[in-house]
């Protein structure tokens, strides 16, 4: 049986695409379409529905020592009202998730991906007994809605007392909305400034918010977006989709994240074979790829040949509404990995075409 978030009638009403996402029926596009969509997020503001996204609450004596040993990001370098993004790993330096953690004072607020609820809820409480630490899965009563665009600020501003503007990238203020209380974070997953809107409440407070945010929206084109655009988006700037791109197979290191993998912040799970990795070299990396035409689209699960050997597969791939070419990411050997080289993309029915290895983001 599908869940669905608390705004699923609205997504009907507006005539979304309702498709299966990570155990909910979620809203793929509306009717204009993801291309659509996409360019309305680039160039004004869109709206998604992401209340299928898990949160849990971390609180206790030993919150701090707790999130240092399960992240690989130091979050002794989070002070109140910021963000972090980071990664939870396994032993063996294979991602578990990835997340955004919050620290909210008096405790903080992990943000996981859907499809991984269960399961990273279930790792923190694995780890936990060690630590003087509470855990609390808070996902079902938690809804949220991410603005993003260039014009999600003028949009949201006359619904809120907080000074939008003056929120900067990766923090967070407590305060209230369409006269809702809520934590609106400076966050996204499309590369634009945006926002992301945690708050709970009964199906009325919910449906208020939404067409508060779009009466308040309509002088800038306000319109909702789906999971499909979310995922153009996303991957033209290069960012990590969990399942595809990174999972239990994959380490940080030769994703691209070790920005975030702090392996001088003390012992935390999954570092010594993360310092094994450092100290010899990743023999892969995740890069970028793009190819010539818009008929040359990279899919998921497409061979990566180089002399006519397969060297690596496609993880995400689509065409970029902006760009108008293919692109995709995709793990390749170390050797292969300078941006520059030219590679070939083997797709089904024997189709190839040429693609270049960039540096993200695409746009």
């Not at 409480?125 to 079902?140: C, I, K, M, T, Y």
């Not at 369409?178 to 409440?201: C, D, H, K, Q």
């Amino acid at each position: 049986m599908l869940k669905r978030t608390i705004f699923f009638e609205l997504h009907c009403q507006l005539g979304a695409k309702m498709a299966p996402f990570a155990g909910f029926e979620m809203p793929i596009h509306y009717p204009k379409g993801i291309v659509h969509e996409h360019l309305l997020v680039r160039q004004r503001v869109g709206v998604f529905d992401v209340s299928h996204m898990g949160e849990f609450r971390i609180w206790g004596q030993d919150a701090l020592s707790f999130l240092q040993y399960v992240t690989v990001n130091d979050v002794a370098r989070l002070t109140p009202g910021r963000a972090q993004y980071s990664v939870m790993c396994y032993p063996d330096g294979g991602i578990v998730d990835d997340l955004l953690l919050y620290h909210c004072g008096d405790f903080y607020m992990m943000v996981v991906n859907a499809a991984n609820i269960s399961k990273d809820f279930a790792w923190l409480q694995e780890h936990a007994p060690a630590f003087r630490v509470q855990l609390d899965d808070v996902s079902d009563r938690t809804h949220l809605l991410a603005v993003q665009g260039p014009k999600s600020a003028e949009a949201l501003q006359p619904l809120t007392e907080l000074p939008l503007l003056e929120i900067p990238y990766y923090h967070f203020r407590s305060g209230t909305l369409a006269g809702v209380p809520m934590l609106i974070s400076r966050t996204g997953y499309t590369g634009e400034l945006g926002y992301e809107l945690y708050f709970e409440g009964d199906r009325e407070t919910a449906e208020h918010v939404w067409r508060e945010i779009f009466r308040a929206g309509a002088p800038y084109g306000i319109e909702p977006a789906g999971l499909g655009a979310r995922d153009t988006l996303r991957l033209e700037k290069g960012y990590c989709l969990y399942g595809n791109d990174i999972d239990e197979t994959t380490n940080p290191l030769e994703a691209g994240l070790g920005w975030i993998t702090k392996l001088d912040k003390g012992d935390f799970l999954g570092r010594e074979a993360l310092l094994q990795v450092k100290q010899h070299g990743p023999t892969r990396r995740l890069v970028g790829l793009r190819t010539e035409s818009e008929r040359s689209i990279p899919r998921p699960g497409y061979a990566i040949v180089q002399a006519e050997e397969p060297i690596g597969r496609v993880t995400s791939g689509n065409i970029s509404p902006v760009l108008r070419v293919g692109i995709a990411l995709g793990y390749v050997p170390v050797r292969f990995a300078e941006p520059g080289t030219w590679v070939d993309i083997s797709g089904h029915g024997g189709r190839r075409f040429r693609a270049e290895v960039v540096k993200p983001p695409f746009v």
